[in-house]
């Protein structure tokens, strides 16, 4: 049965860096696309980031675009988010979810496995 468990969000100054992870267990990471999505309080979900285990094919979010980089670890199961340059409003709980689909289209209506991560960014 697939698990995913997200980490590494945190407290951080606007300009700051966080790295977010997203293990894996259950299945192998290379059978499928996985995408980091966040909400915000009072906002609808948004999809980050979203790369193609199988070629490293990835998708950004204008928002985040040239700030953000996903990467795949597949030794390790796991999937990198890393946030340089960090804004307030990408103050949101972080969550990761595995589907072959997200290598289509990045995004995700249905629950999330994890609790997901919160990442704050404030002065």
């Known amino acids: 049965q697939l698990q995913l468990a997200e980490s590494g969000g945190g407290v951080v100054q606007p300009g700051g860096s966080l790295t977010l992870s997203c293990v894996l267990s259950?299945?192998?990471?290379?059978?499928?696309?996985i995408g980091w999505f966040r909400q915000a309080p009072g906002k609808g979900r948004e999809g980050v980031s979203c790369i193609n285990v199988a070629d490293g094919a990835t998708y950004y979010a204008d928002s985040v675009k040239g700030r953000f980089t996903i990467s795949r670890d597949s030794a390790k199961n796991t999937v990198t988010l890393q946030m340089n340059r960090l804004k307030p409003e990408d103050t949101a709980v972080y969550h990761c979810?595995?589907?072959?689909?997200?290598?289509?289209?990045?995004?995700?209506?249905?629950?999330?496995w994890g609790k997901g991560t919160l990442v704050t960014v404030s002065s």
């Open positions: 979810a595995a589907d072959p689909s997200l290598a289509l289209s990045c995004s995700w209506t249905r629950d999330f």
């Open positions: 259950g299945l192998p990471l290379d059978y499928y696309a």
